[in-house]
């Protein structure tokens, strides 16, 4: 079985979950199958990956009809004929920048067309800021895949759920649940005398004191990682607690603004605000985890969140909105809290009553912090629900599955 996979994001060029999944899942799909990947942001010299760049005629246009052009380059490069004389026997596409790539080298090829869904437009209506009228253009796209796709794979309940929402049209059993997978051996805490003192070196050198106890977030600066519902909650965080922000890629302007002044705000009011705004090589980021006593994702939309998976196998409690599929991930009493969210059901997410979030996350962010030894049992059991049920091997094995129903 030859299998294409589609996507935005691939390495070097990987800024999200999305991005980790079709890494991960690409390498251990590969064990067993054949698997090119096709790929945005220019050419790669990876084997069996396929990169491409913006046509030139599209320089400088909106965003969205640069992802179709890319797309449609994409969709002839899936009918090549491989070395060993092979063709696609199926595309895989993973978010609206390559759906539509999917969608059109089905039609062009005759191929079956599957797609995993990491997020849904109809519920990040905020991406207009972003994409203008653009935004029209990729919900139209992601309208089409969904409703034309030979199968649907849907990253938790939850997102199934939301998917027969809001694209009714779609066949319920075409939409298949397989969560996403975690690199187990990638993200575990150091053990060893010498890996522990480097992982203090790196973390003293990013401004967190090793010493204090840390409420860390990872996440990309975008609406629907609630950060700034965070950064007012973290105002009533006990004054020895760090706030560690590994945050960057901020979505638009605006919410950068709002970002950059709410914690300016905060550490005129208090101390161990760290932000560190690039994105950390996995090591750097496996130390800063290590070195937190809670991890937390106040997500307004959240499929699954891979960052609470990251957090957990290095052994960290999440405290975490119960919203999307996060309370398919964290065991709420045993590996960690859910924050209860009431929320305007316009696509949004927004809590209907901001100030009881901000509340209730701040106080359970508080109860979190202040007992640590429940906090370090509680990330043990953490790294014991990710080994059981969130490798990429069970992954990838329920991905080949779906791949046979539509091939029979």
């Given amino acids: 079985m030859r299998v294409d996979m589609l996507t935005r994001e691939y390495p070097p060029h990987v800024y999200g979950g999305a991005g980790v999944h079709v890494e991960e899942l690409s390498a251990v799909l590969r064990r067993s199958i054949d698997v090119r990947v096709h790929c945005f942001d220019g050419p790669r010299e990876a084997p069996g990956v396929l990169g491409y760049d913006v046509p030139a005629g599209l320089a400088g246009t909106n965003g969205a009809l640069q992802t179709l052009g890319v797309d449609l380059e994409i969709a002839a490069g899936v009918g090549l004929v491989g070395d060993d004389g092979v063709r696609a026997d199926l595309v895989h596409s993973h978010t609206w920048y390559a759906n539509f790539a999917g969608h059109v080298a089905s039609l062009l090829h005759g191929v079956p067309h599957v797609l995993t869904a990491h997020s849904l437009e109809p519920l990040r209506p905020w991406k207009a800021e972003q994409l203008g009228g653009g935004y029209a253009v990729s919900s139209w796209v992601e309208r089409t895949a969904y409703e034309s796709a030979a199968g649907v794979i849907?990253?938790?309940?939850?997102?199934?759920?939301?998917?027969?929402?809001?694209?009714?049209?779609?066949?319920?059993?075409?939409?298949?649940?397989?969560?996403?997978?975690?690199?187990?051996?990638?993200?575990?805490?150091?053990?060893?005398?010498?890996?522990?003192?480097?992982?203090?070196?790196?973390?003293?050198?990013?401004?967190?004191?090793?010493?204090?106890?840390?409420?860390?977030?990872?996440?990309?600066?975008?609406?629907?990682?609630?950060?700034?519902?965070?950064?007012?909650?973290?105002?009533?965080?006990?004054?020895?607690?760090?706030?560690?922000?590994?945050?960057?890629?901020?979505?638009?302007?605006?919410?950068?603004?709002?970002?950059?002044?709410?914690?300016?705000?905060?550490?005129?009011?208090?101390?161990?605000?760290?932000?560190?705004?690039?994105?950390?090589?996995?090591?750097?980021?496996?130390?800063?985890?290590?070195?937190?006593t809670v991890f937390v994702c106040p997500s307004v939309y959240e499929p699954l969140g891979i960052v609470n998976l990251e957090a957990m196998a290095v052994g960290l409690p999440v405290v975490g909105t119960a919203t999307g599929g996060i309370p398919e991930v964290v065991d709420d009493g045993v590996t960690g809290w859910l924050v209860p969210i009431d929320q305007v059901q316009d696509g949004t997410g927004t809590p209907r009553d901001p100030e009881r979030f901000v509340a209730d996350l701040a106080e359970t962010l508080t109860q979190a912090v202040g007992d640590p030894t429940r906090a370090a049992a509680w990330g043990v059991a953490a790294r014991r629900r990710v080994e059981e049920h969130f490798s990429w091997t069970a992954v990838a094995e329920q991905t080949l599955d779906v791949y046979r129903s539509v091939l029979r």
């Fill in 154 to 292: 849907a990253v938790s309940g939850g997102m199934r759920a939301d998917i027969l929402r809001s694209y009714p049209a779609v066949d319920p059993a075409r939409v298949h649940v397989v969560h996403n997978g975690i690199d187990l051996a990638g993200w575990q805490r150091p053990t060893d005398d010498d890996a522990v003192a480097a992982a203090e070196r790196t973390v003293r050198a990013l401004g967190v004191d090793p010493e204090r106890p840390a409420v860390v977030f990872v996440g990309r600066i975008t609406r629907q990682k609630g950060l700034p519902y965070l950064l007012r909650a973290a105002e009533s965080l006990p004054p020895e607690v760090q706030l560690v922000l590994c945050a960057g890629a901020p979505d638009t302007p605006e919410i950068a603004a709002e970002v950059t002044g709410l914690v300016a705000q905060l550490r005129e009011r208090r101390s161990g605000v760290v932000w560190i705004e690039q994105m950390l090589p996995r090591p750097d980021l496996v130390a800063v985890l290590a070195h937190g």
